[in-house]
């Protein structure tokens, strides 16, 4: 049995989505420290609102991880994450230590079914430091006098602990 040939046709459209990633403030950060993660959805420049994001922090084999749950995008295409900086973090079952290496964030939207992913953002972070010094708040010109001071880091949430083989240099001013 014969059949007749037929034809159509239909238009379609094509477009680029983009997610593109800014922190504030820049690396380097501390453990402890707050940081906003930044992401803006765009379609063709347009910014796209109501879209969720997912914020990632990248385990060392380049792996994403959810950092924080889903927000979504506002009418300028922002979705904004504000984050204390953890000194842990859990990835697939591996507690991993953030301070003393770098990390790499990442956003990532769902649009239209298709997984769109933005800049990486690498970070070093670092363990918080301080430190304490004790010298006479005054003496006479030419006199001896002693400084003394004690340089720590915190390893965890209110734990100080002494920081070994650091070089410290004291300055004077002429005030």
Same mark, same amino acid.
């Given at each position: 049995?014969?059949y007749?040939?037929t034809?159509?046709?239909?238009?379609?459209?094509? %477009?680029? =989505?983009?997610?593109?990633l800014?922190?504030s403030?820049?690396?380097? #950060?501390? /453990?402890?420290?707050?940081?906003?993660?930044?992401?803006?959805?765009? $379609?063709? @420049?347009?910014?796209?609102e109501? +879209?969720? &994001?997912?914020?990632?922090?990248?385990?060392?084999?380049?792996?994403?991880?959810?950092? *924080?749950g889903?927000?979504?995008?506002?009418?300028?295409? %922002?979705?904004?994450?504000?984050?204390?900086?953890? #000194?842990?973090?859990?990835?697939? $079952?591996?507690?991993?230590?953030?301070?003393?290496?770098? #990390?790499?964030?990442? /956003?990532?939207?769902?649009?239209?079914?298709?997984?769109?992913?933005?800049?990486? &953002?690498?970070?070093? +972070?670092? %363990?918080?430091t @301080?430190?304490? +010094?004790s =010298?006479?708040?005054?003496?006479?010109v030419? /006199? *001896?006098? *002693?400084?003394?001071?004690?340089?720590?880091? *915190? /390893?965890a949430?209110?734990?100080?602990?002494?920081?070994?083989?650091?070089?410290?240099?004291?300055? =004077?001013?002429d005030?």
């Amino acid at each position: 049995m014969p059949y007749w040939s037929t034809q159509k046709s239909m238009g379609v459209t094509v %477009y680029r =989505a983009t997610v593109s990633l800014t922190v504030s403030p820049s690396p380097p #950060w501390k /453990a402890g420290q707050s940081v906003t993660f930044r992401a803006r959805v765009l $379609s063709d @420049g347009t910014p796209l609102e109501g +879209i969720p &994001v997912v914020f990632q922090i990248l385990d060392p084999y380049g792996n994403p991880a959810d950092f *924080e749950g889903v927000k979504y995008t506002n009418s300028d295409g %922002y979705a904004t994450l504000t984050r204390t900086i953890p #000194w842990t973090f859990m990835i697939r $079952s591996v507690n991993y230590t953030l301070p003393c290496s770098t #990390w790499n964030f990442m /956003a990532s939207a769902v649009i239209d079914s298709a997984v769109v992913r933005s800049n990486k &953002v690498s970070a070093t +972070i670092a %363990y918080p430091t @301080g430190i304490t +010094i004790s =010298a006479p708040s005054k003496i006479p010109v030419g /006199a *001896e006098f *002693e400084v003394k001071g004690k340089l720590t880091y *915190e /390893a965890a949430p209110g734990s100080w602990r002494g920081l070994g083989g650091k070089k410290v240099q004291i300055y =004077a001013n002429d005030t």
